[in-house]
């Protein structure tokens, strides 16, 4: 292990000791379930409520069950757990407040929007490669119906959406983080870049993915750089919920440097639904879309070998109720994570 | 360094390799400047605008300010800070994403209510004794008008307060930590204890203190006991923003455990202003009020040789508008970062 040798290239990293991803796990809403990752996830629920009253309680349960679930995959009880780093997207993080209060672990809240699952599966890799945990639990939900009365409008009033809206998932990941893999294909985590706010100026706040794309590319741009790789150096270059609008605007910014990951670009956000059979518009989007597709689909395709290496690119939109009425634009953040099998 | 050391009883890490404090900047409203520190903060705004047209944007200048200041004290430019770790109070942290912008420096989002500015400083040291980085900035912010807006309501409606009511503080600081010193007295950051969630069922939203007291009371219980110190190992053990109501509280919680820290204590929220003369009722609070407090006078007396070491602990109430109005309690969290000159 060699201390300078661990940063790489101008916003990288290189996470050059055994950080294994040793358990995942993902629970989604109903209308996931019935998206083409239906079969993949580990719980899907009936009514959206999950038992709660509220969809703010219900958020809290969606964080509470992953981590529940994650753990015990994992075969690590609570006590095993040095750090949980988590996130959600309603003001003051209160599902993740309200959801992991229970497990009476040490908490790092963080916000990075919709790139928070990025933000801590880096954040938990490096406390984990520094010798600060031999165990973390990184977890981040998002919940429809209280992104949408957070964001624009209680469900209730019943407000149109333009075609570039992007859906907010229900649903959250919870991945254990570890020293120790615990099984024999676990995957690891062994690069992360992480990402600068990047302002294009964007002020629709409903096209989310067009607001996120640029740091998108920027990020893969520097990351590329940095580690001095190819796109094709990937099976996959996995963003998080772009979406088909957001898509498109990617590649077109990554052809100004010359960058084609169209042969390996996946977006999660995309294939969250359906989107013509089940109305989402450009796709899926939240903190919970990429968490719950990374633990239900990317990992499998990892652990089963059909793909070694992932660069895994959640993406976030900095907004606010607040920031918008004040006309302020929407920048984006995205935060990448190199998965290998 | 030991990687196997540096876990250290159950919730606290030990700093075994160089990282130091090596510039820091305050600036604060200007209630704050006529406040009993009024002398020592680095820059005192006029009209708690600082030239914005809103509050939030006026919160987003104090950080933008502070971090130019700190890495100006530091001789260091923006190129050569790694990373930011950064927050605020308000919904999605806006303050932060809106007044880091330009720094174009890869960004941690943290929340953690007010005790994100320990948050910060207990990643941040964790990420330079990982070898992750050479320099990094730690800032938070808060600000009277906008905290009001977020989680209240907006000053023109003029709300009464009750007594145990805390008044935000206007006011960030910025923290470069680095593995160089850069100069001679720069004092250090040698061990941190993350902190739980602990929720004692408080509902009264306007009584953060007693709140946030139970994970004061805690974390320092935790911390004594892992680092097997006394409270008179230390020159001062200093709370967030308890203010006087939340002091009486810490003090009776920490009786149970036999622990007295009288002698030793110092809140920050108690330091910030004259209540009596100023009509802050309880104390001071917000992210800026520890970080102002820490870098305008805690670290002063550190360099100068007053004190040896301290044990700083911002402590957080976990809340948001819609929790209130849900019915939920405020549950509390605090972390502590032990600072040494």
Request: proline share 3%; with cysteine.
């Amino acid at each position: 292990m060699g201390q300078n040798t661990r940063q790489v290239g101008l916003q990288s990293v290189l996470i050059d000791t055994p950080v294994f991803i040793r358990a995942s796990a993902s629970i989604v809403g109903k209308k996931e379930g019935e998206g083409p990752l239906g079969e993949f996830f580990d719980k899907t629920g009936t009514d959206d409520l999950f038992g709660a009253k509220t969809w703010e309680d219900a958020e809290s349960s969606l964080q509470k069950e992953a981590v529940t679930l994650a753990m015990e995959k994992a075969g690590l009880s609570a006590k095993e757990i040095r750090y949980l780093l988590a996130g959600d997207l309603l003001g003051q993080s209160i599902a993740t407040s309200f959801g992991l209060m229970q497990f009476d672990i040490p908490l790092f809240g963080l916000y990075g929007a919709c790139s928070t699952c990025g933000e801590s599966l880096s954040l938990g890799s490096m406390l984990l490669a520094g010798g600060f945990a031999d165990h973390v639990v990184c977890v981040t939900s998002s919940h429809f119906a209280s992104a949408e009365k957070e964001f624009r409008f209680p469900l209730g009033y019943g407000s149109q959406r333009p075609m570039a809206a992007s859906w907010t998932v229900t649903g959250s990941g919870a991945f254990v983080l570890s020293t120790d893999s615990g099984k024999r294909n676990a995957p690891r985590i062994t690069g992360i870049t992480t990402g600068k706010i990047v302002d294009y100026g964007i002020k629709d706040t409903f096209n989310m993915g067009c607001a996120m794309a640029p740091a998108a590319a920027d990020l893969i741009r520097q990351h590329l750089q940095d580690f001095n790789r190819e796109a094709t150096d990937y099976d996959k270059i996995i963003t998080g919920d772009l979406g088909t609008v957001g898509k498109t605007a990617l590649m077109d910014l990554l052809k100004e440097y010359q960058i084609d990951i169209a042969p390996v670009h996946m977006d999660c956000g995309i294939e969250m639904f359906d989107s013509e059979k089940q109305g989402t518009d450009a796709g899926g989007s939240g903190c919970g879309c990429c968490a719950a597709t990374l633990s239900a689909y990317i990992l499998r395709k990892l652990e089963k070998g059909d793909w070694k290496r992932v660069l895994f690119i959640p993406t976030g939109a900095l907004l606010s109720k607040t920031s918008f009425n004040e006309g302020k634009a929407v920048p984006g953040i995205a935060h990448g994570v190199v998965i290998e099998a």
